[in-house]
């Protein structure tokens, strides 16, 4: 070991920080060197000093309460009139960012709304007659035989109008099952496509205006009127669809 590197090591080996081999070879150099081993002393009595206190300055009593007395008193005066402090900023801001998260979430985590539930049931509904040839449990085209027979089988009556003349012929009626409760199903025709018109009570006076909807690529029309419910359910297209509805409610 040459002084260079004795000397770079010296404070190391006062505070024993070094490995044995490295120790070795600096007492070594130190026994032999006698300005390394000066320096070693310098160092040791330096380091002496410092654990003894010779060189450390108490502070005086109630230095450390003063101190703290006068930043509390800034720290007051600055935030005293500004009621939305940074700091209040700071640990509002991830809350807020949490709650948009949620509030965007909602709709996801709440599930489909009632009126996709019943739009869903409708379709599943209009399906279902066509699959399981059950399209009608009364099978008329005269309205006088079709609205009777739902006498005893609903706590309602629907009205049943025969729009034949204006082209789309009823084929006759059926029970069905939506919103969790039986609703009257009447059953039109348009060429080879068949329409259901689902109607129950609405349960409320006031009347919603129709609003259509596609799904699965059928044609949906739905409203409520008079305290009925009407959800129209097709094939047919959009256009001769929504002139069934018109002819419906110019009726009812
Ligand atoms: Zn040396």
Not at 215 to 244: I, K, P
Request: with cysteine.
């Amino acid at each position: 070991m040459d002084c260079k590197n004795a000397q770079t090591l010296i404070g190391g080996y006062l505070d024993r920080e070094l490995d044995p081999v490295q120790s070795l070879e600096i007492e070594d150099h130190l026994h032999g060197c006698t300005a390394c081993s000066q320096s070693y002393k310098d160092h040791q009595v330096l380091s002496e000093g410092l654990r003894t206190g010779s060189v450390y300055f108490k502070a005086p009593a109630g230095l450390e309460k003063r101190i703290q007395r006068a930043v509390r008193q800034a720290a007051k005066a600055e935030s005293a009139p500004r009621w939305l402090s940074w700091s209040w900023v700071r640990m509002a801001a991830p809350l807020a960012a949490a709650a948009l998260v949620l509030f965007t979430l909602m709709p996801f985590l709440r599930g489909p709304s009632t009126e996709e539930i019943l739009t869903r049931e409708v379709v599943s509904g209009h399906v279902r007659s066509l699959m399981a040839n059950h399209l009608a449990d009364v099978v008329s085209s005269d309205q006088h035989t079709v609205k009777p027979w739902f006498n005893g089988k609903l706590d309602f009556s629907p009205p049943v109008e025969d729009l034949a003349k204006q082209g789309f012929p009823l084929i006759g009626g059926r029970l069905d099952y939506l919103d969790n409760r039986p609703v009257a199903a009447l059953i039109y025709q348009r060429q080879k496509h068949f329409i259901n018109l689902f109607v129950w009570p609405s349960g409320s006076d006031s009347d919603v205006e129709t609003k259509t909807v596609s799904r699965q690529g059928y044609n949906l029309f739905h409203w409520t009127r008079s305290g009925m419910t009407y959800w129209a359910a097709s094939d047919l297209n959009n256009a001769e669809l929504q002139e069934f509805v018109q002819l419906v409610q110019n009726q009812t």
